[in-house]
């Protein structure tokens, strides 16, 4: 499937989102993610193509792509993503993933980890768009107050009193103090972490050494950033 670059928004220092009209229509479910295909010249080991969450909700039509970007130490492809201009055409393909929500509870935990907000995006804005009768609590761990989607995310946690958001900056980590100070029911929610690998399995073995059943958790994890927290 083609996908034409229609705008690159700039979302924080290190992180940039890229929009692209599909040549068809694209049915996806918030929280899947698809493949992108780059040739480009001199590839590196890591090769033309990547996996990303869609950040964006199916009612904007467009697909939105969010990235983050380490401009010394980057990948060829991540350099060839970044250097897409307007117009520009790239392949997408194999649209995938369980990380959508599945209605068998309706209190919701959302753990994300930087860029690891992606799917949480889309999940947020159909959340709203279809005004569904959950009741989500965000924790967003951060770095620094350099938080991609900070508008979008407090104009929805603003707008709707369903939607609760902690963001929780460096030296402070996710952990199991501030879970069970901020959810009521911690038992009877059910629990999607998307992150950098090494966040995920850390909040994982936070929740089952809590005794959350692993059947009510549900992980996406990022495997090019395994090497950062
Ligand atoms: C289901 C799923 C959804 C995903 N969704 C997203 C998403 O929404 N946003 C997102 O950003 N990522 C997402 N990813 C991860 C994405 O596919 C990439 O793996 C990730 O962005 C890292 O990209 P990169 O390998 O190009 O490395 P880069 O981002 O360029 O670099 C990451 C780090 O890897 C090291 N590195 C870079 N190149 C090399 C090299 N050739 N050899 C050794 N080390 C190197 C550097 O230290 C660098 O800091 C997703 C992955 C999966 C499986």
């Excluded at 780059?38 to 996996?51: A, F, L, S, V």
């Excluded at 407090?154 to 100070?181: G, T, V």
Aim: positive net charge; charged residues 30%.
């Amino acid at each position: 499937m083609k996908l034409t670059l229609i705008k690159k928004i700039k979302e924080s220092k290190d992180s940039f989102s890229f929009i692209f009209k599909s040549e068809k229509e694209l049915l996806w479910k918030p929280g899947q993610c698809i493949f992108y295909k780059i040739p480009h010249e001199n590839p590196d080991d890591r090769g033309t193509t990547r996996p990303f969450s869609i950040s964006s909700a199916p009612f904007e039509k467009n697909i939105m792509l969010t990235s983050k970007f380490d401009f010394e130490k980057g990948s060829s492809f991540k350099r060839a993503l970044f250097a897409l201009k307007e117009g520009d055409m790239v392949e997408a393909f194999d649209l995938r993933g369980n990380f959508v929500i599945k209605n068998s509870k309706n209190k919701l935990v959302f753990l994300a980890g930087g860029v690891g907000i992606t799917p949480f995006r889309s999940i947020l804005l159909d959340l709203e768009y279809k005004r569904k009768d959950l009741e989500v609590t965000l924790f967003y761990g951060n770095k620094d107050n350099d938080i991609i989607f900070k508008d979008t995310l407090d104009k929805l946690a603003n707008n709707h009193d369903w939607l609760n958001i902690h963001y929780i900056l460096e030296p402070q980590f996710i952990d199991s103090d501030i879970l069970r100070k901020h959810i009521k029911d911690l038992y009877n929610c059910f629990y999607f972490i998307s992150g950098p690998l090494k966040m995920v399995q850390i909040m994982k073995e936070m929740l089952l050494k809590m005794n959350i059943e692993s059947k009510n958790i549900i992980e996406d994890y990022f495997p090019g950033y395994s090497d950062k927290k």
